[in-house]
């Protein structure tokens, strides 16, 4: 039921309109530069202020997520809603839904903000994952260590990211440890997976059902965060369109409108599992900005308006590499040194805090192959700290 003050017409969201975003960090950010370049007004909603959203938004809205009034008021301002943080409670997103379309649903977000959930659904659904079992008391988790064996990874059900929440067991003693120490939260524990690479698909899905990829996008992580990722992954084309349609079969089982990543193992021995879903614009696909003729953010602005999906064809291969907060321990980078390889872009989120682990930015490297393309830009990260100049005042 639509009860907004802003008229909702049924055909297209077209430029001049206003977009919710609930949320308020870089993909939020990167999302309203795309939607502002095509006419659109922005307005976003977190409990924070000066965020790397609001500085580029038209309308910054500091609210907790469970002010439902002020949902509401934010909602009814706005032609559509969309997301950028998939951890926004679902009374939130029914609150949204009474004033304006959220696109994606808000029943997609509760599914995937809660591994156990997403596995749950993925396993049903017949989709290969990474084998798992649910876990709430110490016989259930000696149970699932004796199935999986040493090494296991034990992680929360709920709010989990970046490696954030888990843990991996390599012995029952560690195991009961764990446990005691997250105390009576849901816990998922998983076997672990000897992985060749991981690989994601971000897929767009349309309100008329079209689709859209960025064929498959192969990822480094150090610490349990994204490093490095770049396409094309120097693949197999067998499995390339294996992830793609497994990717498209998640997005249209969801039902998706918007955006959605499908993140990968490739197992030593071929086989493709889903680690997990994000129902948004994804880290991996960063490069899709510099690279593409149309972005992940972009797709994701076309699709929750209802408008046709752009073609998302590679201009060159590209290489993208996590900027975190690490970088500036020995004082500000020196940017100018990144910005001597011509063929590097600098992307930087507004976050005045550099906090070891926290993302700040990105470089995207072109080149003629995803392997030159990778060893820039990580050439060009390292120069960022060769001169690094002391932090002022
Ligand atoms: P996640 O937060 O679940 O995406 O995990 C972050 C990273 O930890 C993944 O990208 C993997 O590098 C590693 N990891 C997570 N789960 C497993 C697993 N079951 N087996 C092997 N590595 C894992």
Redesign the pocket.
């Known amino acids: 039921m639509e009860t907004n003050s802003r008229k909702k017409s049924a055909g297209p969201i077209l430029p001049g309109a206003v977009i919710g975003v609930l949320g308020s960090g870089q993909l939020g950010r990167m999302f309203t530069i795309a939607a502002r370049r095509m006419g659109y007004r922005v307005h976003t909603f977190s409990p924070e202020t000066d965020t790397p959203t609001g500085q580029v938004a038209d309308v910054e809205i500091k609210a907790h997520y469970d002010d439902l009034n002020a949902v509401r008021g934010f909602a009814s301002a706005v032609d559509v809603v969309t997301f950028e943080f998939e951890n926004v409670p679902s009374a939130t997103a029914q609150a949204a839904a009474e004033c304006a379309p959220v696109r994606p649903d808000g029943a997609i977000l509760h599914t995937t903000q809660h591994?156990l959930r997403e596995k749950t659904f993925l396993a049903q659904h017949g989709f290969p994952v990474?084998p798992f079992k649910a876990i709430n008391t110490v016989e259930e988790l000696r149970a699932a260590v004796a199935e999986f064996g040493f090494p296991?990874?034990l992680?929360t059900a709920g709010f989990?990211?970046?490696?954030?929440g888990?843990a991996?067991l390599t012995s029952a003693e560690q195991a009961e440890t764990a446990l005691q120490a997250v105390g009576h939260q849901e816990m998922v524990l998983?076997?672990?997976?000897?992985?060749s690479c991981?690989l994601s698909v971000i897929g767009a899905r349309g309100v008329d059902g079209s689709f859209a990829h960025w064929g498959v996008i192969r990822?480094d992580?150090r610490n349990?965060?994204?490093d490095v990722s770049f396409a094309p992954p120097n693949l197999p084309p067998e499995v390339v369109q294996e992830a793609v349609d497994i990717a498209r079969a998640v997005l249209e089982t969801l039902g998706v409108v918007g955006v959605l990543c499908v993140?990968f193992?490739l197992t030593t021995s071929g086989k493709l599992l889903i680690?997990?879903l994000a129902p948004r614009p994804h880290n991996s696909g960063h490069l899709t900005f510099d690279a593409c003729v149309t972005s992940q953010f972009e797709q994701q602005l076309r699709a929750v308006c209802g408008l046709p999906l752009g073609a998302t064809a590679y201009l060159r291969p590209a290489a993208m590499a996590n900027l975190l907060g690490d970088l500036w321990q020995a004082g500000e980078p020196d940017w100018a040194a990144a910005c001597a390889f011509p063929e590097v872009k600098l992307h930087l989120y507004g976050k005045m805090t550099p906090k070891p682990g926290r993302k700040m930015g990105h470089l995207t490297a072109l080149a003629d192959t995803a392997d030159q393309a990778a060893r820039l830009v990580q050439d060009a990260r390292a120069a960022l700290q060769r001169t690094a100049l002391p932090t002022a005042g």
Request: glycine residues 8%; proline residues 0%; hydrophobic residues 30%.
């Open positions: 591994r990474t296991c990874v992680k989990g990211y970046d490696g954030k888990q991996k998983e076997a672990f997976v000897e992985f991981e990822n992580h349990h965060i994204l993140e193992f680690n997990e």
